[in-house]
T-cell receptor
Framework: TQLLEQSPQFLSIQEGENLTVYCNSSSVFSSLQWYRQEPGEGPVLLVTVVTGGEVKKLKRLTFQFGDARKDSSLHITAAQPGDTGLYLCAGQSSGSARQLTFGSGTQLTVLP | NAGVMQNPRHLVRRRGQEARLRCSPMKGHSHVYWYRQLPEEGLKFMVYLQKENIIDESGMPKERFSAEFPKEGPSILRIQQVVRGDSAAYFC????????????FGPGTRLLVL
């Protein structure tokens, strides 16, 4: 059974601060996806990373896939109250299995 | 291009009744996945289907749960004789045919069993 450990579980910071969310596993994933979920809604895709060592930027968000494709991080620069939400990482298995294994999520609160 | 659609958004059932959850994938997507999010827990994979085929049902409970994705129409997740423990948010996701493609999620169906 593949597991994704996501940390921290809760994070409360002031507007303008930087933060990093981590996703770690002992398993190798063929790809890793980051989602953001608002209360009462489904996860909304932020980014997919596929290649080991890959770095993708989405405005103030920087996503990195570990060289061994076992871990990933999400870094937010100069956080804003609009960044508040639940951030989820999800790894996709190799081979024919295409299910996503989700981390437990990081609930981010950015205070004005 | 419409996203993944799920209905109903909210469903209330009494113990012992049946629940039917529907999912229409994004246009051009032929792969459908169902996930369940129990209260205070993360999303857990249930089943992966292509048109008229169940590809992977390793996450489905052995009894009372079934899923289908017919040639025409939406995918259906069916829960027979619901119990209180079935109360959860059920999410459908879809992806196109190619390998390692991203999964796009619908808004979910919140099932409450009284």
């Amino acid at each position: 059974t593949q597991l994704l450990e996501q940390s921290p579980q809760f994070l409360s910071i002031q507007e303008g601060e930087n933060l990093t969310v981590y996703c770690n596993s002992s398993s190798v994933f063929s790809s890793l996806q980051w989602y953001r979920q608002e209360p009462g809604e489904g996860p909304v895709l932020l980014v997919t990373v596929v290649t080991g060592g890959e770095v993708k930027k989405l405005k103030r968000l920087t996503f990195q896939f570990g060289d061994a494709r076992k871990d990933s991080s999400l870094h937010i620069t100069a956080a804003q109250p609009g960044d508040t939400g639940l951030y989820l990482c999800a790894g996709q298995s190799s081979g024919s299995a295409r299910q996503l294994t989700f981390g437990s999520g990081t609930q981010l609160t950015v205070l004005p | 291009n419409a996203g993944v659609m799920q209905n109903p958004r909210h469903l209330v059932r009494r113990r012992g009744q049946e629940a039917r959850l529907r999912c229409s994938p994004m246009k051009g997507h032929s792969h459908v996945y169902w996930y369940r999010q129990l209260p205070e827990e993360g999303l857990k994979f249930m089943v992966y289907l292509q048109k008229e085929n169940i590809i992977d049902e390793s996450g489905m409970p052995k009894e009372r749960f079934s899923a289908e994705f017919p040639k025409e129409g939406p995918s259906i997740l069916r829960i027979q004789q619901v119990v209180r423990g079935d109360s959860a948010a059920y999410f459908c996701a879809s992806s196109p045919r190619t390998v390692r493609e991203t999964q796009y999620f619908g808004p979910g169906t919140r099932l409450l069993v009284l």
